[in-house]
C-alpha cells in the first residue's frame, strides 16, 4: 500500500509538511505499559518515523485491562518484543526499536541518542527522575501519571521548566497495587500524544503547565507551575 494511502486522512488535517517533519522525527518511549501503549500506537498511526520502546517486563495478566498491545496469547512474554511485532504491523512506516532495559539501572544514553524527545510513561517516581537526569540537551519530555480515574501530564524542558524531582518532591513508594481504570489510560494517552506532536512541532501546550484529568465528573483543568 501507497505511504499516501495511510495518511492520507491525516495529511487533509495538518497538511503534507507537517506530516514530512513527523516522518523525520525520533521518540522514545520509557515504558510499554498503559500509557506506553497508547503513546506509541498513536504516534505510529500519525506516521513519526522512529520509535524506541524501552521496558525490561513480561505480559502478566492484570495488565490486559489497560495495556492496548498485548492480548492473552501474549502472556509470559517481552512487552517490548510483542509491542514491536505490533507496532510495526500498523503502518509499516515507522522503524521500531525494541530495547528491554530498566531506567535507572541501565546505561541509556546510546538510545536516547539521535532521539527528538521523550514519553515519560513509567509507574515509580525513581526511574522516572533518572529518565529526567539522562535527558540530553534540547529534548523534551512529555511525563504522564495515572491513578484510579484520574490522571495528569506535563512538558518538561530541561533548564526551562520545572523538574518533575521539585513537582513530586515527596513521592508515594509504598508499592500498593494502584487502581487504574480503562478509560483513563486512553484520555491520557491522548493528550500525551497530542502534546508531544506539538513538542516535535516546536508549540507545546504543557510546558510550565499541568494538566489535570478526571473521567467521574469529566473534567480538565490546566495548572500553572511555578519554575522559580
Known amino acids: 500500500m501507497e505511504k499516501a494511502d495511510i495518511f492520507a486522512r491525516n495529511r487533509a488535517f495538518w497538511g503534507r509538511e507537517r506530516q514530512e517533519l513527523l516522518a523525520g522525527k525520533s521518540l522514545f518511549v520509557a515504558g510499554m505499559g498503559a500509557l506506553g501503549c497508547v503513546v506509541a500506537e498513536i504516534l505510529v498511526r500519525c506516521g513519526i518515523g522512529e520509535i524506541v520502546i524501552a521496558d525490561r517486563g513480561i505480559v502478566d495478566p492484570p495488565d490486559l485491562n489497560r495495556q492496548t498491545l498485548y492480548t492473552l496469547n501474549e502472556l509470559g512474554e517481552s512487552k517490548v518484543g510483542c509491542a514491536a511485532g505490533r507496532l510495526r504491523t500498523l503502518t509499516g512506516q515507522t522503524r521500531v526499536v525494541p530495547a528491554k532495559v530498566s531506567i535507572g539501572d541501565d546505561d541509556i544514553a546510546g538510545l536516547l541518542a539521535g532521539c527528538d524527545g521523550v514519553a515519560d510513561c513509567l509507574d515509580n517516581f525513581p526511574s522516572r527522575f533518572a529518565l529526567e537526569d539522562a535527558l540530553p540537551a ?15 501530564l506535563t512538558t518538561i524542558l530541561p533548564g526551562r521548566t520545572a523538574r518533575l524531582k521539585d513537582l513530586f518532591a515527596r513521592p508515594d513508594n509504598t508499592g500498593r497495587v494502584t487502581p487504574v481504570t480503562p478509560p483513563i489510560v ?18 507545546p501546550q504543557l510546558a510550565g503547565v499541568i494538566l489535570a484529568i478526571g473521567m467521574s465528573c469529566l473534567f480538565t483543568e490546566r495548572v500553572p507551575i511555578d519554575a522559580s
Do not use: H, K, P, R
Request: no cysteine; hydrophobic share 40%.
Open 138 to 152: 534540547g529534548t523534551f519530555m512529555v511525563s504522564g501519571g495515572l491513578l484510579g480515574d484520574y490522571g495528569q
Open 186 to 203: 486512553f484520555a491520557v494517552g491522548s493528550f500525551m500524544a497530542q502534546e508531544i506532536l506539538d513538542n516535535l512541532g516546536g508549540t
